[in-house]
Structure formats: C-alpha cells, structure tokens
C-alpha cells in the first residue's frame, strides 16, 4: 500500500510539475516591448537602468539625431528622465549654432524638422525655441519650413519635403499667408517625385525607405482622392517589395530600420502590420521579422549578421512601436503630441 501511495504521489506531483510548464505565460503587450526596447537602449550608452540617460552623459548630447529620437521615445513611453533638463540644453545649443552659422545647417532641413519634432514631444514651443543673436526668440517652423532660411525644401531631396510634414503635423502648427512655403506646395512637391512604381527614392531608384517615410507624411491627407491614389500605389510597392521572409532590405541588404519604417507607413495608414496578408509572407509578418533583429538586451541590431545592437536601429524600432501603440489607441503615424 506505500508502494501504491508513493507511484500516485510521484504522478501527481509530475502531473502538476507538467501543466505548469504548459500554462500560458502572460502576452507582452506592445508598451511592453516598447518600455524593454528603451530600457535596452540605456545598455548601448553604459547607462544602468535606474539612470537618467538624457542627460549627464557623455556622448550623449540634445541635439544630435540618435539622442532626438531616443528622447521622443522616452517621453512617448513614459520612461523617467529628465526632460527639463535635456530640453534647456537644446534650447542652448540652437542659441549657439544660429550664433555661429546663422542656422542649424546649411544644407539640411531636417535638422530643423527633427529638433521641431523633439521639442514639440517634450512640451515646448517651436515657435519660440532659443535666441537669436539680437535677442528675440527663434520660430523653428518659420526658418526651418515655410520661410525655409537656405531657400529650397528639396536641397536634402524628399526628406525636405516629408520631414517638413511630420513636423509641421506633429503639432498642428499653422503657416501664415504669404509664405514660400504652404503644406499644399510641399505635398505637390512630394507627390511629384512618386515613381511609375508607385515608390519614392533618391532621384530614379526606388527606396522602401524613403517609400515608407513619403506615405507616413501623406498619411493625414489620405481624405484627397489624389493623395490617397498616391498612398495606394505606394503601399502596393511596398507589398511587392517585401522579402520572402517578411523582412525588406534597404540599400540591397535587409534591415530593421527598412522594417520599422514599413510599419510605421502602414500604421498610419490604418493597416494592422501584424495581420494583413499583403504585408504576410510565407507565414512571417512584417511585424514579426523586425524581432528577427531583436538582441537579448532587447535592443534592435541593424543587420540580421550582428550580434550587437544598434542605437539609430533602436531607435528607429522604437518609432514603430510608438506607430502601433498609437494605431491600437485609435492614432494614426508615429508623432502625433497633441489631442
């Protein structure tokens, strides 16, 4: 009879022991990830978890484009850090760049549409954002986008005129009459340069990039029948230009951010990356291929060879994920700061 009671509790404790290794583990939801992915980016820049990295950090500055981005990302995911702090810094450093160049740059525009987007996300004002020289306060969409200071949006290409969208958006900035520039001229630039395929590029070559990017800005306008024929043509470029295995290459080789990008067209857009079939391929999604690039420190590594990852990758994944969270929540695109 001990015999007997020692074989029923011996099964019984395996029957236990193997139903708890099958019980559903909770899913992780997409802030998850998101939250993960920026808690990793602090490993890249030797910054422990429970540290501020937006500041105090050397080799990581207000102003530059992976230290922008990751500070969108942070406010956006409710990450604590200090914001004040990292927003006066870029304060003082547009006040000094306008002193010594007279502007942000002499060529790019983006880097006015990139410190408007990150100024907007924080809280500030881009009509008002450093000093000029005599004084007054600086207007960062007035110089950078529709009284552009160095003359032509399209001096950096399409990324004048898609930047000049998202940032112009991100905060329902308004263009005065009179202006060079209005949104109608910079989306008729924009849509101009559509390719016969239905892409966007760097003059004749198609770009998924740059495709994804031109469809995120054009997102908001889709209600125009023209617009929206150009969103449509573009998203089947998309589609057809996808990896067998779900994956998309830029610059003839795969890439998380060729990933990210996608996504984040296709959330604005309204289409569910994870389960629409034009963007499924041989059972992968576009979705689940950007986790092929997915590192144990939950950061994103720019191609599928490296081991390590990548901090504008990250970055770049961690816009994707902001595009979704908002498309879950009703939002469309990836910078959207006001109600």
Same mark, same amino acid.
């Given at each position: $009879?001990?015999?007997?009671?020692?074989?029923?509790?011996?099964?019984?404790?395996?029957?236990?022991?193997?139903? %708890?290794?099958?019980?559903?583990?909770?899913?992780?939801?997409?802030?998850?990830?998101?939250?993960?992915?920026?808690? %990793?980016?602090?490993?890249?820049?030797? *910054?422990?978890?429970?540290?501020?990295?937006?500041? %105090?950090?050397? !080799?990581?500055?207000?102003?530059?484009?992976?230290?922008?981005?990751?500070?969108?990302?942070?406010?956006?995911?409710?990450?604590? @850090?200090?914001?004040?702090?990292?927003?006066?810094?870029?304060?003082?450093?547009?006040?000094?760049?306008?002193?010594?160049? !007279?502007?942000?740059?002499?060529?790019?525009?983006?880097?006015?549409?990139?410190?408007?987007? *990150?100024?907007?996300?924080?809280?500030?004002?881009?009509?008002?954002? /450093?000093?000029?020289?005599?004084?007054?306060?600086?207007?960062?969409?007035?110089?950078?986008?529709? =009284?552009?200071?160095?003359?032509?949006?399209? =001096?950096?290409?399409?990324?004048?005129?898609?930047?000049?969208?998202?940032?112009?958006?991100? /905060? =329902?900035?308004?263009?005065?009459?009179?202006?060079?520039?209005?949104?109608?001229?910079?989306?008729?630039?924009?849509?101009?340069?559509?390719?016969?395929? /239905?892409?966007?590029?760097?003059?004749?070559?198609?770009?998924?990039? $740059?495709?994804? $990017?031109?469809?995120?800005?054009?997102?908001?306008?889709? @209600?125009?029948?023209?617009?929206?024929?150009?969103?449509?043509? !573009?998203?089947?470029?998309?589609?057809?230009?996808?990896?067998?295995? %779900?994956?998309?290459?830029? $610059?003839?080789?795969?890439?998380?951010?060729?990933?990210?990008?996608?996504?984040?067209?296709?959330?604005?857009? +309204?289409?569910?990356?994870?389960?629409?079939?034009?963007?499924?391929?041989?059972?992968?999604?576009?979705?689940?291929?950007?986790?092929?690039?997915?590192?144990?420190?939950?950061?994103?590594?720019?191609?599928?060879?490296?081991?390590?990852?990548?901090?504008?990758?990250?970055?770049?994944?961690?816009?994707?994920?902001?595009?979704?969270?908002?498309?879950? =929540? +009703?939002?469309?695109?990836?910078?959207?700061?006001?109600?």
């Amino acid at each position: $009879m001990k015999k007997i009671h020692k074989i029923f509790a011996f099964v019984l404790a395996f029957l236990i022991l193997f139903s %708890g290794c099958n019980a559903e583990k909770p899913e992780e939801t997409t802030l998850d990830i998101a939250v993960n992915t920026a808690i %990793g980016q602090k490993n890249l820049f030797g *910054v422990k978890e429970n540290k501020n990295l937006l500041t %105090g950090n050397p !080799g990581f500055g207000a102003g530059t484009a992976i230290c922008d981005w990751t500070a969108i990302a942070y406010k956006e995911f409710g990450i604590e @850090d200090d914001f004040e702090s990292y927003l006066s810094e870029l304060e003082q450093k547009v006040t000094e760049e306008y002193a010594a160049k !007279g502007g942000l740059d002499s060529t790019k525009a983006t880097e006015w549409h990139r410190t408007i987007l *990150v100024v907007t996300a924080l809280g500030g004002d881009a009509t008002a954002f /450093g000093t000029y020289p005599d004084g007054t306060k600086i207007n960062l969409v007035a110089d950078g986008i529709y =009284n552009y200071i160095n003359e032509d949006l399209a =001096n950096q290409g399409i990324n004048g005129f898609i930047y000049a969208l998202l940032a112009l958006d991100c /905060g =329902n900035y308004e263009i005065p009459e009179g202006s060079r520039y209005t949104r109608e001229s910079i989306i008729e630039s924009l849509i101009a340069e559509q390719h016969e395929d /239905g892409s966007f590029g760097f003059g004749e070559r198609s770009d998924v990039d $740059m495709t994804a $990017m031109a469809l995120h800005a054009l997102a908001p306008y889709s @209600d125009d029948p023209e617009i929206k024929k150009v969103i449509d043509e !573009g998203i089947a470029f998309l589609s057809s230009a996808q990896n067998g295995d %779900g994956s998309f290459s830029g $610059m003839d080789s795969k890439t998380s951010e060729s990933i990210s990008q996608v996504i984040i067209a296709l959330c604005a857009n +309204g289409i569910e990356p994870k389960t629409d079939e034009r963007f499924i391929k041989h059972g992968t999604s576009v979705y689940d291929a950007l986790f092929d690039f997915r590192q144990k420190d939950k950061t994103f590594s720019h191609t599928l060879d490296s081991e390590k990852g990548d901090a504008l990758a990250t970055d770049q994944a961690m816009m994707a994920l902001m595009a979704l969270i908002n498309f879950e =929540n +009703g939002k469309s695109g990836a910078f959207i700061f006001t109600d």
